[in-house]
């Protein structure tokens, strides 16, 4: 049996975490050990999975966590820098072709971020709207 992630994208405002989109992430075993350590080791995970943030997480997301509690496991969430941690490994680890795009390629058509892409945010944040305060992708896994 597979195993499949689904993930929410929430963005802070005004100090509030607030839900923006699902993120349509293709199944890739790399990328999810790489996340959280599911279909893999755990010694290679960005992180251990964190669990949902239930103090600030936005009430959409913990309505699809709640909607999935039967199923769901290795529940976590990456911030910002974590996210291009794990864009900038699988670019240098999985590619034999230089240019090609990771974010995309696993995020399927998801990812773009009032116009512009969730990976450069950080770097080009005076293109964004300026109430952004923060980014960040919650999620978890079903098989």
Not at 20 to 42: C, H, S, T, W
Not at 49 to 74: C, E, F, R, V
């Amino acid at each position: 049996m597979g195993c499949d992630i689904h993930a929410h994208i929430e963005i802070k405002v005004d100090d509030e975490w607030l839900y923006y989109a699902p993120a349509n992430i293709q199944r890739d075993y790399r990328v999810f050990e790489k996340m959280a350590g599911v279909r893999g080791e755990l010694r290679f995970a960005i992180s251990p999975p964190k669990g949902i943030p239930d103090n600030d997480a936005s009430k959409m997301t913990l309505l699809h966590a709640q909607n999935a509690m039967s199923y769901k496991h290795s529940d976590s969430w990456l911030s910002y820098e974590e996210y291009v941690i794990l864009i900038d490994y699988l670019t240098a680890n999985y590619s034999s072709n230089r240019h090609y795009d990771w974010e995309h390629s696993f995020l399927g058509d998801f990812l773009y971020l009032f116009g512009g892409s969730f990976y450069n945010w950080g770097k080009y944040k005076d293109e964004y709207p300026d109430f952004i305060q923060d980014i960040r992708i919650i999620f978890w896994f079903d098989n």
